[in-house]
């Protein structure tokens, strides 16, 4: 492997500041964007493909051309070729405020982070393993992996402000200036473009699809790849009252009972799946709006199914008013065993001290049984095979955007009031308005926190365009590529999906 380096001298921009003493403006430096470049080799469907790597800060601007943020990307490059039709796909996960980390270690990039694909293991301490990704895309597509303003290496420089990115339209904005960026530099204005998001990733898939469709420089889209999809929220968010959450996740509820042997034992997953679904909408919804209005017969009879395909007790159901929350759910199902399962991915357990609780005390298992891996491996691999050197920690997450994201889509002097978040409006829109756009939705059967059944209540709806919708579903959980099998077969379904095969 041939390794090159390039090194950008400082230069410095000036941009007005205040000490506290004077209050006069101050000088302080922008430092030049870093870069770093190598070459690799790999074999990608059954082909030897030459790419280079190149780990990069993008400068943002404003309109006036001050810089107010870097965004960095790896990119990885097919070599041999200058066809400037070559299909590129922009890659970035969710949160909002995770880096690309897992669908970098998990499923797109040259090598992938392993952890315990039956998920009965934590992930431990170091050294992790790491693998050659036997199932990537190189040969079919380049590859940019995103991080947004405030996660990995990207941060706010100069006159920027994190108000200005951390937002549902801001930091969809400021995506979309990357791309255009990154298209310009690269020459790739008329070659096909693919976006692959992950859970609020989905979310911003969608908002970037519509970004980059306007601001005078309209760049219209092959495919959205939405994984685990979160475009609708009212169909994600578990909570009282909330009548819609309770019919989109009971799916997964039986999905999950089915895989700790608590429900549907003697019938497939999908056999048991089905049958959830049909209850779900032909009686569970309507005895939920029914409410206390139901007779002591038609009650019993729904706390019978209930038990049926959660696995959990008549008395309990009948405690929850017929309302199961998800983190009860995940609390309750293996109680007996001393165990909760978890959220992101219902295969995974934890055991918790707290055995009395009505939630999970200690987290969610499917995150910390498998988050050191990830974020020691992507560290180990910038360092070790990119020769990435940054002055700062790479931050796979950053909490503080939490309490700072802004999630009003509309200008400040509109009316508005706290909602759901829904984008799924403007996909429908978007499909309408370029025939060329095709949508992959991926979903985990065991996924607790995006269900399958809400991707499919949202796409039946918001105008999308049905037969440009292909759906695929695995029995892992939100990202479902932790598991063997449904990583092959995900690799598989997007392969098909990009080449129409």
Request: proline letters at 4%; aromatic letters at 12%.
């Given at each position: 492997?041939?390794?090159?380096?390039?090194?950008?001298?400082?230069f410095?921009?000036?941009?007005?500041g205040?000490?506290?003493?004077?209050k006069?403006?101050?000088l302080?430096?922008?430092?030049?964007?870093?870069?770093?470049?190598?070459?690799?080799?790999g074999?990608?469907?059954?082909?030897?493909?030459?790419?280079?790597?190149?780990a990069?800060?993008?400068?943002?601007?404003?309109?006036?051309?001050?810089?107010?943020?870097?965004?960095?990307?790896v990119?990885?490059?097919?070599?041999?070729?200058?066809n400037v039709?070559?299909?590129?796909?922009?890659?970035?996960?969710?949160?909002?405020?995770?880096?690309?980390?897992?669908?970098?270690?998990?499923?797109?990039?040259?090598?992938?982070?392993?952890?315990h694909?039956?998920?009965?293991?934590?992930?431990?301490?170091?050294?992790?393993?790491?693998?050659?990704?036997?199932?990537?895309?190189?040969?079919?597509?380049?590859i940019?992996?995103?991080d947004?303003v405030?996660?990995?290496?990207?941060?706010?420089?100069?006159?920027?402000?994190?108000?200005?990115?951390?937002g549902?339209?801001?930091?969809?904005?400021?995506?979309?200036?990357?791309?255009?960026?990154?298209?310009?530099?690269n020459?790739?204005?008329?070659?096909?473009?693919?976006?692959?998001?992950?859970?609020?990733?989905?979310?911003?898939?969608?908002a970037?699809?519509?970004?980059?469709?306007?601001?005078g420089?309209?760049?219209?889209?092959?495919?959205?790849?939405?994984i685990?999809q979160a475009?609708?929220?009212?169909?994600?968010?578990?909570?009282?009252?909330?009548?819609?959450?309770?019919?989109?996740?009971?799916?997964?509820?039986?999905?999950?009972?089915?895989?700790?042997?608590?429900?549907g034992?003697?019938?497939?997953l999908?056999?048991?799946?089905?049958?959830?679904?049909?209850f779900?909408?032909?009686?569970?919804v309507?005895?939920?709006?029914?409410?206390?209005?139901i007779?002591?017969?038609?009650?019993?009879?729904?706390?019978?199914?209930?038990?049926?395909?959660?696995g959990?007790?008549?008395?309990?159901?009948?405690?929850?008013?017929l309302?199961i929350l998800?983190?009860?759910?995940?609390?309750e199902l293996?109680?007996?065993?001393?165990?909760?399962?978890?959220?992101?991915?219902?295969r995974?357990?934890?055991?918790?001290?707290d055995?009395i609780?009505?939630?999970?005390?200690?987290g969610?298992?499917?995150?910390?049984?498998?988050?050191?891996?990830?974020?020691?491996?992507?560290?180990h691999?910038?360092a070790?095979?990119?020769?990435v050197?940054?002055?700062?920690?790479?931050?796979?997450?950053?909490?503080?955007?939490?309490?700072k994201?802004?999630?009003?889509?509309?200008?400040?002097?509109?009316?508005?009031?706290?909602k759901y978040?829904?984008?799924?409006?403007?996909l429908?829109?978007?499909?309408?308005a370029?025939?060329?756009?095709?949508?992959?939705?991926?979903?985990?059967?065991?996924?607790?926190i995006c269900p399958?059944f809400?991707?499919?209540?949202?796409?039946?709806?918001?105008?999308?365009?049905?037969?440009?919708?292909?759906?695929?579903?695995?029995?892992?959980?939100?990202?479902?590529?932790?598991?063997?099998?449904?990583?092959?077969?995900?690799?598989q379904?997007?392969?098909?999906?990009?080449?129409g095969?």
């Amino acid at each position: 492997m041939k390794i090159h380096f390039l090194f950008v001298l400082f230069f410095v921009i000036p941009f007005f500041g205040l000490t506290q003493d004077d209050k006069k403006p101050v000088l302080k430096p922008i430092p030049a964007p870093k870069e770093f470049i190598s070459s690799h080799t790999g074999t990608y469907g059954g082909k030897t493909i030459k790419y280079r790597a190149i780990a990069n800060e993008t400068y943002l601007k404003n309109q006036q051309g001050d810089t107010t943020a870097s965004i960095w990307s790896v990119t990885y490059k097919a070599e041999g070729t200058e066809n400037v039709n070559r299909p590129v796909m922009f890659v970035f996960n969710g949160g909002p405020g995770s880096a690309s980390v897992w669908l970098h270690m998990g499923l797109f990039g040259p090598q992938l982070t392993k952890v315990h694909s039956d998920a009965i293991e934590d992930d431990g301490a170091a050294p992790y393993p790491l693998v050659n990704n036997n199932f990537g895309l190189l040969d079919l597509t380049d590859i940019v992996f995103i991080d947004p303003v405030g996660t990995g290496y990207s941060q706010v420089l100069g006159k920027g402000k994190v108000e200005e990115f951390w937002g549902l339209n801001e930091d969809a904005a400021s995506i979309a200036q990357f791309i255009r960026t990154w298209v310009t530099k690269n020459k790739r204005w008329n070659a096909p473009k693919y976006i692959a998001g992950e859970s609020f990733g989905t979310t911003r898939a969608v908002a970037v699809t519509e970004q980059l469709e306007g601001d005078g420089q309209e760049m219209a889209i092959n495919g959205l790849i939405l994984i685990s999809q979160a475009l609708d929220y009212q169909g994600s968010t578990s909570e009282h009252d909330n009548i819609v959450s309770f019919i989109t996740y009971f799916p997964s509820m039986a999905a999950t009972a089915w895989y700790h042997k608590k429900a549907g034992q003697g019938k497939t997953l999908e056999a048991f799946v089905e049958e959830a679904r049909k209850f779900a909408l032909d009686e569970y919804v309507s005895v939920l709006y029914k409410g206390a209005r139901i007779s002591d017969s038609q009650r019993k009879n729904i706390i019978n199914k209930l038990t049926y395909f959660t696995g959990l007790s008549a008395s309990y159901i009948e405690l929850s008013d017929l309302n199961i929350l998800i983190p009860r759910f995940r609390k309750e199902l293996l109680r007996d065993q001393g165990k909760t399962i978890g959220q992101l991915d219902g295969r995974f357990m934890g055991f918790e001290s707290d055995q009395i609780d009505d939630k999970p005390t200690l987290g969610d298992p499917s995150s910390y049984n498998i988050s050191g891996a990830y974020t020691a491996s992507l560290n180990h691999y910038l360092a070790a095979t990119l020769n990435v050197e940054m002055d700062r920690p790479y931050k796979t997450s950053n909490h503080e955007i939490d309490n700072k994201w802004r999630w009003r889509d509309v200008p400040d002097q509109t009316y508005w009031e706290p909602k759901y978040v829904n984008v799924a409006r403007k996909l429908g829109n978007s499909m309408r308005a370029n025939k060329d756009l095709k949508v992959m939705v991926a979903s985990g059967y065991y996924d607790l926190i995006c269900p399958f059944f809400d991707a499919e209540y949202t796409f039946a709806r918001n105008g999308i365009v049905q037969d440009r919708v292909t759906y695929t579903y695995y029995e892992g959980g939100h990202m479902m590529y932790v598991h063997d099998p449904s990583l092959q077969k995900i690799a598989q379904d997007i392969r098909s999906f990009l080449t129409g095969k």
